[in-house]
């Protein structure tokens, strides 16, 4: 499996940015029950969990730090493509951004855990000016 990540880029304090991730090499049929989730590390920082989708689908986990300002979502049941919509971006979310998928874990909740994925995408980096 190959995660494409894509969409990042410079915006002012305040703007918008939306990125995607897209999967490729698998076998995403309408019952793949992966959860896939964003991750972002910024300089001398640990990599930090920013939002996933559960297996089922039906489960969104936000970071405490953008709930309110950040929305994940996928237009199809394998979640061949997600999408992290970052409105309200602030420079503390500069960051490397990074998609992550895996089969594992709980159905309705996504861990929070890096190493709990076992597919990373290659990052966007996102570079929210002051």
């Known amino acids: 499996v190959q995660l494409q990540a894509s969409g990042g880029g410079l915006v002012q304090a305040g703007g918008s940015l939306r990125l995607s991730c897209e999967a490729s090499?698998?076998?995403?049929?309408?019952?793949?029950?992966?959860?896939v989730a964003w991750f972002r590390q910024a300089p001398d920082k640990e990599r930090e969990f920013v939002a996933g989708i559960s297996r089922s689908g039906r489960a969104l986990s936000y970071a405490d730090s953008v709930k309110g300002r950040f929305t994940i979502s996928t237009r199809d049941t394998a979640k061949e493509r997600v999408y992290l919509q970052m409105n309200s971006l602030k420079p503390e979310d500069t960051a490397v951004y990074y998609c992550?998928?895996?089969?594992?874990?709980?159905?309705?909740?996504?861990?929070?855990?890096?190493?709990?994925?076992?597919?990373w995408g290659q990052g966007t980096q996102v570079t929210v000016s002051s």
């Open positions: 090499g698998g076998t995403f049929n309408p019952f793949n029950d992966d959860a």
């Open positions: 992550a998928r895996t089969a594992r874990g709980p159905q309705n909740s996504n861990s929070k855990r890096a190493l709990d994925y076992n597919y």
